[in-house]
């Protein structure tokens, strides 16, 4: 069964950092691109990072640019998200998904499988 | 950015309605449009993909239409299981996607 387990999450003081993981299973992690959705409590969904299955290309929302970095280990089917200088309003839970492309003429996008989440605090 | 409007923000419905979600993109963005059903505290489950395609083992009273910048989401017939908030999500800006701000349906 396909398993996507996030980890890492916590609470960090503003400026601190952490270091979130999502744990793959189920699946040949390798080819497949991986994104980072969160959710800040009581909000909506905001799309964070995208990665490509090797790893070399990566793409980040703007309202992370430069703080947060989008990584992977395809040996040990993870992928990673370093977050540094958090902000109050990075509060959320984060969730990894997987990205599936439509195999038609066209071709279409979407995240058909997510993990639980992990929960990030930031605050003093 | 392309900015994504769900209406309404939420909505009253009982067992047995049908039930319409729409969604509209500030821009064109073709059928690169996907909903997701979302129930509180469980993660985000995929429904529709290209507008229109149902996603396997999503039950077939879920489908989707539209394409360009206005799009819809229809219950056929209102589940107990059915109650959760409802998202759309462009995939037509290249890795820089956005939702829709989500749709509550209740009873």
């Known amino acids: 069964e396909v398993h996507l387990v996030e980890s890492g999450g916590g609470l960090v003081q503003p400026g601190g950092s952490l270091r979130l993981s999502c744990a793959a299973s189920?699946?040949?992690?390798?080819?497949?691109?991986m994104n980072w959705v969160r959710q800040a409590p009581g909000k909506g969904l905001e799309w964070i990072s995208y990665?490509?299955?090797?790893?070399?290309?990566?793409f980040y929302a703007d309202f992370v640019k430069g703080r947060f970095t989008v990584s992977r280990d395809n040996a040990k089917s993870s992928l990673f998200l370093q977050m540094n200088n958090l902000r109050a309003e990075d509060t959320a839970v984060y969730y990894c998904a997987r990205e599936r492309t439509t195999m038609k003429e066209v071709s279409y996008y979407y995240m058909d499988v997510w993990g639980k989440g992990t929960t990030v605090t930031v605050s003093s | 950015d392309i900015q994504m409007t769900q209406s309404p923000s939420s909505l009253s419905a009982s067992i047995g309605d049908r039930v319409t979600i729409t969604c509209r993109a500030s821009q064109s963005i073709s059928s690169y449009l996907n909903w997701y059903q979302q129930k509180p505290g469980k993660a985000p489950t995929l429904l529709i993909y290209a507008a229109s395609s149902l996603q396997s083992g999503v039950p077939s009273r879920f489908s989707g239409s539209g394409s360009g910048t206005d799009f819809t989401l229809t219950i056929s017939s209102l589940q107990p299981e059915d109650f959760a908030t409802y998202y759309c999500q462009q995939s037509y800006s290249t890795q820089t996607w956005t939702f829709g701000q989500g749709t509550k349906v209740e009873i």
């Open positions: 189920g699946f040949t992690f390798s080819s497949f691109e």
């Open positions: 990665i490509s299955s090797t790893g070399n290309t990566v």
